[in-house]
Protein backbone atom coordinates (compact mmCIF):
# COMPACT_ATOMS: atom_id res chain seq x y z
CA UNK A 1 0.00 0.00 0.00
CA UNK A 2 1.76 3.64 -1.20
CA UNK A 3 1.26 5.88 1.94
CA UNK A 4 3.77 8.25 0.44
CA UNK A 5 1.19 10.90 0.51
CA UNK A 6 -0.79 10.30 2.96
CA UNK A 7 -2.97 12.92 4.56
CA UNK A 8 -2.14 15.27 7.75
CA UNK A 9 -4.48 17.74 7.68
CA UNK A 10 -7.14 19.20 4.82
CA UNK A 11 -9.61 21.78 5.62
CA UNK A 12 -12.15 21.78 3.07
CA UNK A 13 -14.33 24.47 3.95
CA UNK A 14 -16.49 25.17 1.03
CA UNK A 15 -17.39 28.90 0.81
CA UNK A 16 -21.23 28.27 0.05
CA UNK A 17 -21.88 25.95 2.66
CA UNK A 18 -19.08 26.17 5.50
CA UNK A 19 -21.14 23.26 7.66
CA UNK A 20 -20.28 21.03 5.36
CA UNK A 21 -16.55 21.52 6.10
CA UNK A 22 -14.73 17.83 6.70
CA UNK A 23 -11.25 17.93 8.66
CA UNK A 24 -9.25 15.01 7.29
CA UNK A 25 -6.81 14.54 10.87
CA UNK A 26 -4.00 12.20 11.03
CA UNK A 27 -4.93 9.23 8.39
CA UNK A 28 -1.82 7.97 8.76
CA UNK A 29 -3.60 7.03 12.74
CA UNK A 30 -5.74 4.60 10.76
CA UNK A 31 -3.31 1.66 9.79
CA UNK A 32 -4.27 -1.60 8.52
CA UNK A 33 -7.40 -0.98 6.95
CA UNK A 34 -8.33 -4.35 4.55
CA UNK A 35 -8.91 -2.74 1.20
CA UNK A 36 -13.01 -1.81 0.47
CA UNK A 37 -15.27 -1.25 -1.84
CA UNK A 38 -16.78 1.92 -1.00
CA UNK A 39 -19.51 3.98 -2.07
CA UNK A 40 -19.80 7.77 -1.17
CA UNK A 41 -23.23 9.48 -1.79
CA UNK A 42 -22.53 13.12 -0.67
CA UNK A 43 -23.42 16.06 -3.36
CA UNK A 44 -20.91 18.64 -1.50
CA UNK A 45 -18.03 18.35 -3.95
CA UNK A 46 -15.27 19.61 -2.13
CA UNK A 47 -16.14 17.01 0.59
CA UNK A 48 -16.75 14.07 -1.48
CA UNK A 49 -13.43 14.06 -3.22
CA UNK A 50 -11.56 14.72 0.39
CA UNK A 51 -13.17 11.85 1.60
CA UNK A 52 -12.33 9.70 -1.68
CA UNK A 53 -8.81 10.96 -1.54
CA UNK A 54 -8.10 9.80 1.59
CA UNK A 55 -9.75 6.12 1.73
CA UNK A 56 -7.63 5.84 -2.15
CA UNK A 57 -5.06 6.60 -0.03
CA UNK A 58 -5.41 4.15 1.95
CA UNK A 59 -5.76 1.17 -1.32
CA UNK A 60 -9.75 1.35 -0.78
CA UNK A 61 -11.77 1.60 -3.92
CA UNK A 62 -13.88 4.53 -4.50
CA UNK A 63 -17.26 5.58 -6.01
CA UNK A 64 -19.01 8.59 -6.20
CA UNK A 65 -22.61 9.41 -6.34
CA UNK A 66 -23.57 12.97 -6.25
CA UNK A 67 -27.14 12.46 -6.18
CA UNK A 68 -30.01 10.68 -4.02
CA UNK A 69 -31.09 9.09 -7.34
CA UNK A 70 -28.05 7.96 -8.50
CA UNK A 71 -26.52 6.76 -5.19
CA UNK A 72 -29.81 5.02 -4.69
CA UNK A 73 -29.31 2.98 -7.61
CA UNK A 74 -26.17 2.41 -7.12
CA UNK A 75 -26.43 0.83 -3.46
CA UNK A 76 -29.35 -1.70 -5.22
CA UNK A 77 -26.39 -3.59 -6.52
CA UNK A 78 -25.52 -4.49 -3.73
CA UNK A 79 -21.68 -4.92 -4.50
CA UNK A 80 -19.76 -2.54 -1.99
CA UNK A 81 -18.54 -3.16 1.40
CA UNK A 82 -19.22 0.28 2.56
CA UNK A 83 -21.93 2.66 1.61
CA UNK A 84 -21.53 6.60 3.17
CA UNK A 85 -24.02 8.70 2.71
CA UNK A 86 -25.05 12.04 3.41
CA UNK A 87 -28.45 13.47 4.77
CA UNK A 88 -29.26 15.77 2.88
CA UNK A 89 -29.13 15.56 -0.52
CA UNK A 90 -31.14 16.33 -3.82
CA UNK A 91 -34.26 14.05 -5.78
CA UNK A 92 -34.24 11.11 -2.83
CA UNK A 93 -32.54 11.56 0.72
CA UNK A 94 -30.45 9.67 3.05
CA UNK A 95 -32.87 8.28 5.07
CA UNK A 96 -34.97 7.46 1.92
CA UNK A 97 -32.01 5.55 0.08
CA UNK A 98 -31.67 3.56 3.24
CA UNK A 99 -34.67 2.62 4.03
CA UNK A 100 -35.26 1.03 0.92
CA UNK A 101 -32.32 -0.50 0.11
CA UNK A 102 -33.25 -2.35 3.76
CA UNK A 103 -36.37 -3.15 2.43
CA UNK A 104 -34.91 -4.71 -0.62
CA UNK A 105 -32.75 -7.26 1.36
CA UNK A 106 -29.37 -4.96 1.27
CA UNK A 107 -27.49 -5.56 4.23
CA UNK A 108 -25.05 -3.39 3.09
CA UNK A 109 -23.41 -1.64 6.26
CA UNK A 110 -23.87 2.23 6.17
CA UNK A 111 -22.56 5.44 7.54
CA UNK A 112 -24.63 8.07 7.79
CA UNK A 113 -22.75 11.81 7.69
CA UNK A 114 -24.79 14.85 8.54
CA UNK A 115 -24.56 18.35 9.85
CA UNK A 116 -27.62 17.20 12.07
CA UNK A 117 -26.45 16.26 15.33
CA UNK A 118 -28.97 16.02 17.46
CA UNK A 119 -30.14 12.88 19.28
CA UNK A 120 -33.12 12.52 17.37
CA UNK A 121 -31.22 13.01 14.05
CA UNK A 122 -29.22 10.16 14.93
CA UNK A 123 -32.27 7.87 15.81
CA UNK A 124 -33.71 8.61 12.75
CA UNK A 125 -30.56 7.54 10.73
CA UNK A 126 -30.32 4.33 12.75
CA UNK A 127 -33.77 3.60 12.66
CA UNK A 128 -33.89 3.70 8.48
CA UNK A 129 -31.27 1.40 8.36
CA UNK A 130 -28.16 2.80 9.24
CA UNK A 131 -25.30 1.37 11.18
CA UNK A 132 -23.85 4.07 11.82
CA UNK A 133 -23.63 8.13 12.56
CA UNK A 134 -20.87 10.57 12.04
CA UNK A 135 -21.61 14.61 12.47
CA UNK A 136 -19.40 16.94 10.34
CA UNK A 137 -17.17 18.32 10.91
CA UNK A 138 -15.29 14.74 11.73
CA UNK A 139 -12.08 13.52 12.22
CA UNK A 140 -10.54 11.45 8.99
CA UNK A 141 -9.06 9.10 10.92
CA UNK A 142 -12.37 8.18 13.15
CA UNK A 143 -14.50 7.83 9.70
CA UNK A 144 -11.98 5.05 8.61
CA UNK A 145 -11.80 3.46 12.06
CA UNK A 146 -15.59 3.43 12.12
CA UNK A 147 -15.98 1.80 8.75
CA UNK A 148 -13.82 -0.30 9.25
CA UNK A 149 -15.40 -1.68 12.49
CA UNK A 150 -18.98 -1.70 10.24
CA UNK A 151 -17.37 -4.09 7.69
CA UNK A 152 -15.85 -6.56 10.43
CA UNK A 153 -18.60 -6.22 12.48
CA UNK A 154 -20.94 -8.16 9.34
CA UNK A 155 -17.63 -10.31 9.10
CA UNK A 156 -17.22 -13.76 10.63
CA UNK A 157 -15.09 -12.40 12.90
CA UNK A 158 -18.00 -11.80 14.93
CA UNK A 159 -18.96 -15.12 15.92
CA UNK A 160 -15.38 -15.41 17.66
CA UNK A 161 -15.75 -16.02 21.27
CA UNK A 162 -11.67 -16.00 22.60
CA UNK A 163 -9.48 -13.03 20.96
CA UNK A 164 -5.70 -13.22 21.73
CA UNK A 165 -3.30 -9.85 21.13
CA UNK A 166 0.18 -11.58 21.65
CA UNK A 167 0.18 -12.97 24.76
CA UNK A 168 -3.21 -11.21 25.74
CA UNK A 169 -6.10 -13.43 25.53
CA UNK A 170 -10.19 -12.98 26.47
CA UNK A 171 -12.85 -15.38 26.34
CA UNK A 172 -16.19 -14.23 25.78
CA UNK A 173 -18.27 -16.87 26.74
CA UNK A 174 -16.07 -17.81 29.76
CA UNK A 175 -15.25 -13.92 30.68
CA UNK A 176 -11.80 -14.80 31.21
CA UNK A 177 -8.85 -12.79 30.83
CA UNK A 178 -5.17 -13.83 30.79
CA UNK A 179 -1.58 -12.67 30.16
CA UNK A 180 1.08 -14.40 29.54
CA UNK A 181 -1.21 -17.72 31.32
CA UNK A 182 -1.82 -15.28 34.31
CA UNK A 183 -5.46 -14.54 35.01
CA UNK A 184 -6.37 -10.93 35.31
CA UNK A 185 -9.72 -10.37 37.00
CA UNK A 186 -11.45 -7.65 35.42
CA UNK A 187 -15.00 -5.48 36.62
CA UNK A 188 -17.37 -6.01 33.84
CA UNK A 189 -16.86 -2.26 32.26
CA UNK A 190 -13.20 -3.62 32.17
CA UNK A 191 -14.36 -6.64 30.21
CA UNK A 192 -16.19 -4.70 28.13
CA UNK A 193 -13.61 -1.91 26.84
CA UNK A 194 -11.08 -4.71 26.77
CA UNK A 195 -13.37 -6.50 24.04
CA UNK A 196 -14.07 -3.93 21.92
CA UNK A 197 -10.64 -3.04 21.77
CA UNK A 198 -9.80 -6.27 21.12
CA UNK A 199 -12.15 -6.99 18.26
CA UNK A 200 -10.70 -3.72 16.79
CA UNK A 201 -6.77 -4.75 18.01
CA UNK A 202 -4.26 -2.75 15.77
CA UNK A 203 -6.97 -0.19 14.96
CA UNK A 204 -7.52 3.77 16.05
CA UNK A 205 -10.29 3.56 18.60
CA UNK A 206 -11.53 6.75 19.17
CA UNK A 207 -12.91 8.18 22.02
CA UNK A 208 -16.46 8.71 20.56
CA UNK A 209 -16.40 5.25 19.37
CA UNK A 210 -16.01 4.31 23.11
CA UNK A 211 -18.50 5.71 24.58
CA UNK A 212 -21.34 4.91 22.17
CA UNK A 213 -19.98 1.03 21.90
CA UNK A 214 -18.80 0.36 25.46
CA UNK A 215 -20.98 3.23 27.61
CA UNK A 216 -24.01 3.18 24.78
CA UNK A 217 -23.92 7.00 25.37
CA UNK A 218 -24.14 8.97 22.23
CA UNK A 219 -23.37 12.17 23.63
CA UNK A 220 -19.98 13.33 25.51
CA UNK A 221 -20.96 13.39 29.23
CA UNK A 222 -18.39 15.76 29.63
CA UNK A 223 -16.81 13.68 32.43
CA UNK A 224 -13.22 11.47 32.68
CA UNK A 225 -14.60 8.54 32.54
CA UNK A 226 -12.53 6.57 29.98
CA UNK A 227 -9.44 8.15 31.27
CA UNK A 228 -10.39 6.03 34.21
CA UNK A 229 -11.19 2.99 32.86
CA UNK A 230 -8.11 2.94 30.33
CA UNK A 231 -5.84 3.18 32.97
CA UNK A 232 -7.56 0.70 35.07
CA UNK A 233 -7.30 -1.68 32.22
CA UNK A 234 -3.72 -0.53 31.44
CA UNK A 235 -2.47 -1.15 34.94
CA UNK A 236 -3.85 -4.80 34.88
CA UNK A 237 -3.07 -5.75 31.81
CA UNK A 238 0.74 -3.80 31.27
CA UNK A 239 1.65 -3.09 34.30
CA UNK A 240 3.46 -6.33 35.53
CA UNK A 241 3.95 -7.65 31.90
CA UNK A 242 6.96 -6.63 29.48
CA UNK A 243 6.44 -4.83 26.33
CA UNK A 244 2.82 -2.81 26.90
CA UNK A 245 0.05 -3.61 24.25
CA UNK A 246 -2.39 -0.46 25.55
CA UNK A 247 -1.22 2.44 23.41
CA UNK A 248 -2.68 5.94 23.61
CA UNK A 249 -2.36 7.81 20.46
CA UNK A 250 -2.43 11.58 20.66
CA UNK A 251 -5.14 13.10 19.44
CA UNK A 252 -7.02 10.13 18.46
CA UNK A 253 -7.65 7.84 21.21
CA UNK A 254 -6.65 4.35 21.65
CA UNK A 255 -4.85 1.21 20.35
CA UNK A 256 -4.58 -1.87 21.16
CA UNK A 257 -1.77 -3.73 19.55
CA UNK A 258 0.95 -6.65 19.78
CA UNK A 259 4.69 -4.85 19.95
CA UNK A 260 6.25 -4.74 16.72
Known sequence: MNRAH??????????SNPE?????????????????????IEDDAEAAAYIARGLKEQG??????????????????????ALIVDRMLPHVDGLTIVATIRD???RTPVLFLSALGEVDDRV??????????LT???????????????????????????FVVSDLEIDILARSCKRGGERIDLQPREF??????????????????????????????QTNVIDVHISRLRSKIDKRFGEPLLHTIRGAGYSLRAPA
Open 20 to 40: LSVICANADAALGLSPMRVLV
Open 104 to 106: EGV
Open 6 to 15: SLDRIDAVPA
Open 60 to 81: HLVENATDGETGLARAREDRFD
Open 136 to 162: KPFAFSELTARLDALVRRGSPDEIRTK
Open 124 to 133: KGLKAGGDDY
Open 192 to 221: KLLEYLMRNAGQVVTRTMLLENVWEYHFDP
